[in-house]
C-alpha cells in the first residue's frame, strides 16, 4: 500500500524547540521508527533523557552538542550526522545559532518512551 502523509504533527517540547514528526507515532500511528525535523533556538537545551530508541541526528545548519557519560559531550556541525544508542543518559544542545536538524528514532520516539529528567 502507498500512504501520502499531508503534513507533519507538532509535538510540544521544552524551550522554544519546534519538532515536527513526518512519520512516526505521533503523526502516522508508525511505530517502527518516526523522522522528524527539528529547529531549535541559539542556546536552547533540553533536559537529560534516557530514551528507549536509538536516534541518528542530521545536522542541517547550525551545530547539535550531545552531552553523555557523566560530563563527555560532541558536537555535530552542518552537514555531519550522530548517533544515540537507546539506553544512553544524554541532552542535546545548540550553541549561539542555534540548528535545525533531521532526527530519526528506531524505535519511534513517543513521549513515554524519551524518560526526560524532571
Not at 534516557?50 to 560530563?71: K, N, R
Not at 544542545?93 to 518512551?113: K, N
Amino acid at each position: 500500500m502507498v500512504e501520502l502523509y499531508s503534513e507533519p504533527s507538532r509535538i510540544p517540547v521544552p524551550g522554544n524547540k519546534i519538532i515536527n514528526e513526518y512519520i512516526g507515532v505521533v503523526s502516522t500511528g508508525e511505530s517502527r521508527l518516526s523522522v522528524a525535523r527539528m529547529m531549535a533556538p541559539s542556546g536552547w537545551s533540553e533536559p537529560f533523557q534516557t530514551p528507549e530508541f536509538d536516534e541518528f541526528t542530521i545536522v542541517l545548519s547550525g551545530a547539535v552538542t550531545v552531552d553523555y557519560d557523566d560530563g563527555k559531550s560532541i558536537t555535530a556541525h552542518c552537514g555531519e550526522s550522530v548517533k544515540v544508542v537507546a539506553g544512553e543518559r544524554i541532552r542535546y544542545s545548540t550553541g549561539e545559532d542555534g540548528a535545525e536538524y533531521i532526527a530519526v528514532c528506531l524505535p519511534a520516539f513517543t513521549p513515554e518512551t524519551v524518560h526526560r529528567d524532571e
